[in-house]
């Protein structure tokens, strides 16, 4: 689900232009609405523009990583605390209705309703492309229709994991916003189940590899870079995750581990086995080669896609990285860092009993200061010379050029949602299996149940462990939560719905129909 920006461009502009009054922006409409939809391109460019505003919604003010990786309820929650910026201390505290720009921005879901809004648009309008342009077939219809329900499914569920229940839009007014109530989220969610069941089918699970979904290649210019059926069956699987559907849940996240080696990426397979090896370890996830990811967005130099802000190597580099730039926003605390990481041999950070220094900078780089920098997207080692993800630093750090990807899911994490899920079902044996396997790749011994306590237990710290800085912390914690049963103070948190973001002011202002989390109606 990658996505070349440059491309993209004008079309995110024109699809953004058409929802003025449900973003509340100015209208500076490149194409006119009535003339938007009747050729092939116009169909292409349509769908790219939504593409570009679902990955503008995630790294738009940090969002993927801050709502995932930075919050925090009475220290339960994120790992990453901040170094000295108060806007970063407010969220890691909790203090969610502080009047810090960022954190009311996070509160405001408009880019993700652009998303949805574009969506809408493309699918009640592209039908008529087949009639008014020859060129554009049923076929390729049917596949562009699969990836605008894809995208509108997935913000729906992205959403929902930060609000709760949301607004219900699922057609386009014409562009225009029509004001509704909150809808229930299992309704949201049943409707995202849907509607990934239906895109699935009619995507191929590779481009330009003669699958019956792909009429014709090249279509599409960034073939390689869009959803597969990968995307929808991992997405699909954390949709049942999260409402403790787990049979569902490890059904599909089997089959994208099981069909791993149908999906090629260039000359590389996406096969998890073959970048899964601790001296291979994020050889291409976050830098310039997106080998392994089943869903997320890349930046690449190469194409121009770096940028100053949306990274996370914008929230977590510092000197010796960024020039004069002496302390991070945010930092792994380091009594933290050496509770999660406690096993000498793990190859992403230990610390050798006899020297007392680190084993391995994979993830903390000049852990002898107060702040230890988070270095885990930023240098990609295996490669020779190693790759930096920045650029030009400047001599406060404000005009580096950043290009890490960031990352919805990987074959790694897909496996251990997979363990979780054999492990709440009563497959303890497939679960130890799943958790060894990535144990042992990191350098870790085999899990032993009459050594290392509860299963479940392992499983989420070789999580917390192995998608540190992906944007999944908050999100496992409620999942933990909920599985464990045992803290009641977070369950009334849970009851309460205090685990989710209040909403913004300005859309409380502009929807009277509206209400505000009882949590945060306070």
């Not at 090249?218 to 991992?234: G, L, N, Q």
């Not at 919805?408 to 044996?429: I, M, Y």
Request: proline content about 4%; glycine content about 6%.
């Amino acid at each position: 689900m990658k996505i070349r920006i440059l491309i993209v461009l004008i079309a995110t502009l024109t699809i953004f232009s058409a929802c003025k009054k449900m973003l509340d922006v100015q209208s500076s409409r490149l194409v006119g609405e009535a003339n938007m939809y009747r050729t092939v391109e116009d169909a292409r460019a349509g769908l790219m523009g939504a593409y570009g505003l679902a990955r503008a919604a995630l790294c738009d003010n940090d969002r993927h990583w801050l709502y995932g990786d930075l919050r925090a309820v009475n220290g339960a929650g994120g790992d990453f605390r901040s170094a000295n910026r108060l806007d970063m201390k407010s969220i890691a505290d909790n203090n969610l209705q502080a009047t810090f720009p960022v954190v009311q921005a996070l509160s405001n879901w408009r880019r993700f309703y652009a998303v949805i809004n574009a969506a809408n648009i493309f699918l009640e309008r592209a039908p008529g492309i087949v009639e008014s342009d020859k060129r554009y077939l049923p076929q390729d219809l049917k596949l562009d229709v699969a990836h605008a329900r894809f995208l509108r499914a997935f913000m729906y569920f992205y959403m929902v994991r930060i609000w709760g229940d949301v607004p219900f839009i699922i057609s386009s007014h014409d562009g225009q916003f029509e004001n509704k109530p909150r809808e229930n989220q299992q309704k949201i969610l049943a409707f995202a189940e849907s509607e990934l069941l239906l895109s699935a089918p009619d995507l191929p699970v590779a481009y330009n590899k003669n699958q019956p979904e792909q009429t014709r290649t090249p279509y599409y210019t960034i073939e390689e870079e869009m959803a597969k059926k990968h995307t929808v069956y991992a997405v699909l699987a954390h949709v049942y995750a999260w409402q403790g559907k787990y049979a569902e849940s490890a059904k599909w996240a089997k089959w994208v581990l099981d069909n791993m080696g149908l999906a090629e990426m260039g000359n590389e397979r996406m096969f998890f086995m073959n970048v899964d090896q601790t001296r291979q370890m994020f050889r291409g996830e976050f830098g310039n080669n997106q080998y392994n990811i089943i869903a997320g967005f890349s930046h690449m130099f190469l194409n121009a896609e770096s940028g100053t802000s949306g990274f996370m190597e914008e929230l977590t580099l510092a000197a010796p990285y960024v020039i004069n730039k002496s302390l991070p926003a945010i930092y792994v605390p380091k009594d933290s860092i050496l509770s999660i990481f406690s096993q000498e041999n793990d190859a992403r950070f230990g610390i050798d009993k006899i020297t007392s220094t680190p084993t391995s900078d994979r993830y903390f780089g000049v852990f002898d200061r107060p702040f230890p920098v988070f270095t885990k997207v930023f240098i990609i080692r295996d490669n020779n010379p190693p790759l930096n993800t920045i650029n030009g630093a400047g001599s406060d750090g404000s005009m580096t050029q950043y290009a890490s990807s960031l990352v919805f899911t990987r074959p790694e994490e897909v496996a251990l949602l997979l363990a979780e899920a054999k492990a709440v079902l009563g497959d303890v044996s497939g679960a130890i299996d799943l958790l060894n396997a990535r144990r042992i790749n990191r350098g870790l011994l085999a899990f032993d149940q009459t050594k290392d306590g509860s299963l479940i237990d392992a499983i989420f710290l070789e999580r917390r462990k192995e998608l540190m800085g992906e944007g999944w912390r908050w999100y496992d914690l409620i999942r933990y939560k909920k599985i464990k049963n045992n803290d009641p103070a977070f369950n009334a948190l849970i009851q309460n719905g205090g685990i989710y973001w209040p909403i913004a002011k300005s859309l409380l202002t502009q929807n009277s129909l509206l209400t505000q989390t009882t949590y945060w109606n306070r």
